[in-house]
């Protein structure tokens, strides 16, 4: 079994995380934006390690991401309790219907619109970051950019932190390949009305360069939680 595997959307995320990277097995790769290219992408990165015989022994989603106001602030690092499709569903005249709730098979696939993060990865990235806002994490596939969808956001899951655009692609993936799954994000902007003046990037990236050495987990750590 090799190393971790931390998948970002773009190469300045992942040129952020290998600045601050420890340990050199840890595997640091772009997959591009959105849940579906996340979720293919990781899917067929753990396919190829497995068949190489070499599989990675967990699989982290980082980058930035848009924070709830009061709950995880510009320059914080976020870790994910969950990660939650919050987009994949039906609109109702009642309001929205999370995919779990319309009676489809999801047991089937061994998911649902609500993937945990696996909690001795969690305890590990805890334990290496105690500053870190610990709370769910939504998968969108359109960022949200309005109050009036803000609000319906927070009404439907109140204690999500932070809203991101990968995490629950990779989460499906690494659940398919029994592969253990956490999600570490840096906050670049509140979640609300568009306002691109309002990012702030270079923080975030910095602050994913800080949260990097996390990610230097070793077998042996990992076990001891385990046991």
């Known amino acids: 079994m090799t190393g971790l595997l931390v998948v970002t959307a773009v190469p300045a995320e992942a040129d952020a995380v290998r600045a601050?990277?420890?340990?050199?097995?840890?595997t640091v790769a772009p997959i591009g934006?959105?849940?579906?290219?996340?979720?293919?992408?990781?899917?067929?990165?753990?396919a190829l390690a497995e068949a190489?015989?070499?599989?990675?022994?967990?699989?982290?989603?980082?980058?930035?991401?848009?924070?709830?106001?009061?709950?995880?602030?510009?320059?914080?690092?976020?870790?994910?309790?969950?990660?939650?499709?919050?987009?994949?569903?039906?609109?109702s005249p009642d309001g929205f219907i999370p995919v779990d709730e319309l009676g489809m098979p999801l047991a089937l696939l061994g998911v649902g619109g609500v993937v945990r993060a696996d909690p001795v990865l969690l305890a590990t990235l805890r334990a290496a970051l105690p500053a870190a806002t610990i709370g769910p994490v939504l998968t969108v596939s359109t960022v949200t950019g309005t109050a009036a969808s803000t609000e319906e956001l927070r009404g439907r899951h109140p204690e999500a932190v932070a809203e991101a655009m990968e995490g629950y692609g990779v989460a499906v993936a690494a659940a398919q390949a029994g592969v253990p799954f956490a999600e570490l994000r840096t906050i670049s902007n509140p979640i609300g009305p568009r306002d691109r003046?309002?990012?702030?990037?270079?923080?975030?990236?910095t602050a994913l360069t800080a949260a990097a050495?996390?990610?230097?987990?070793?077998?042996?750590?990992?076990?001891?939680?385990?046991a």
């Open 20 to 26: 601050g990277l420890t340990d050199p097995t840890v």
């Open 33 to 46: 934006v959105g849940p579906a290219v996340a979720g293919a992408a990781t899917a067929r990165l753990l």
């Open 52 to 91: 190489a015989g070499r599989p990675y022994r967990a699989v982290v989603s980082a980058g930035v991401a848009g924070g709830f106001t009061g709950r995880a602030e510009v320059g914080d690092t976020v870790l994910g309790t969950a990660s939650i499709a919050a987009d994949l569903g039906a609109e």
């Open 197 to 205: 003046g309002a990012w702030r990037l270079r923080e975030a990236l």
């Open 213 to 226: 050495p996390a990610f230097a987990l070793t077998a042996t750590e990992e076990d001891g939680l385990r």
